[in-house]
């Protein structure tokens, strides 16, 4: 069996119960923290916390080369371990093909995810969300400035009145000069805000940091302005908002601190 198990948002701590049982049962147990991370503990304290050993794999070990993980899961109990939820936008679908190719039993337990607990964060109602996106730093896409893919993203759900997540670039073992063991840079907010803001000057953004944390942090304003401040430590993640329902609105106004002229409906 392979078991494929999201930790949720922030500490060792925001696994379900289920997840957790089924990490506490495994044989063996590998993580992945190259997509993203647990912004509130590192994977020592998670396997402090559930007395088990975790192996940490790169990018390769699990993309390239993931036989040893599937090896052992043909005859024992196997955790897979990523942030968030394994199979959300941290996707891991083509090493659960490779399993079943091998007859290997599979099965997903889900975590809280950075999409869901942004709209819970922010008050913006989830079925008016459009696409996704995610901005890379430069040196990952060979550019400078923002993807016109992204903005394109962003211009299409606008269009439809759909709010776009933007996620920001996480690089984690791979820096501006290639493979990097100890390179680990997350893009902060403000970055990104000042990106967009070169092309959408007067356009409402909102930030989200540090959700799942006790104390996450929801601002909303100009995406010239959102440039200008700091948010903390990561992570962080940009959402450009479409039209909003006045529900939506009053909650930015409250729970983000939107100027009022910015989320009139």
């Given amino acids: ?3 494929f198990i999201g930790l949720g948002l922030y500490d060792e701590r925001s696994i379900t119960v289920e997840g957790q049982a089924a990490l506490r049962a495994a044989d063996a147990a590998y993580a992945e923290l190259y997509t993203s991370k647990l912004v509130g503990a590192s994977i020592e304290d998670v396997a402090d916390y559930h007395d088990v050993d ?10 390239q080369h993931p036989e040893d993980i599937l090896d052992a899961a043909e005859d024992r109990d196997v955790a897979f371990l990523t942030a968030g939820d394994t ?9 659960r093909l490779r399993a079943h190719e091998r007859g290997i039993e599979t099965r997903v337990i889900h975590g809280t995810t950075a999409q869901t607990a942004t709209s819970s964060l922010t008050g913006l109602q989830n079925y008016r969300f459009g696409k996704a996106t995610t901005l890379p730093f430069a040196y990952a896409h060979g550019g ?25 670039d996480i690089k984690v073992g791979r820096g501006p000069d290639g493979d990097d063991p100890e390179h680990e840079e997350y ?15 007067d356009t409402l953004g909102v930030v989200v940091a540090r ?4 104390e996450p942090l929801v601002a909303a ?32 106004r409250e729970l983000g601190g939107a100027p009022a002229e910015l989320v009139e409906y």
């Fill in 1 to 3: 069996m392979l078991t």
């Fill in 54 to 63: 975790i192996e940490v794999r790169d990018r390769a070990g699990v993309e």
């Fill in 87 to 95: 199979m959300i936008s941290t996707t891991h679908v083509d090493l």
């Fill in 144 to 168: 400078d400035g923002v993807p016109q893919s992204v903005l394109d993203t962003v211009a299409d759900n606008r269009e439809r009145g759909l709010h776009t997540v933007v996620y920001l």
């Fill in 187 to 201: 893009m902060t907010a403000d970055h990104a805000a000042g990106q967009l803001a070169e092309h959408l000057p």
């Fill in 211 to 214: 959700a799942g944390s006790p």
């Fill in 221 to 252: 304003d100009r995406l010239s302005a959102l440039a200008d401040r700091e948010f903390g430590d990561p992570l962080h993640l940009l959402v450009i908002p479409g039209d909003l329902h006045p529900i939506e609105s009053d909650a930015l």
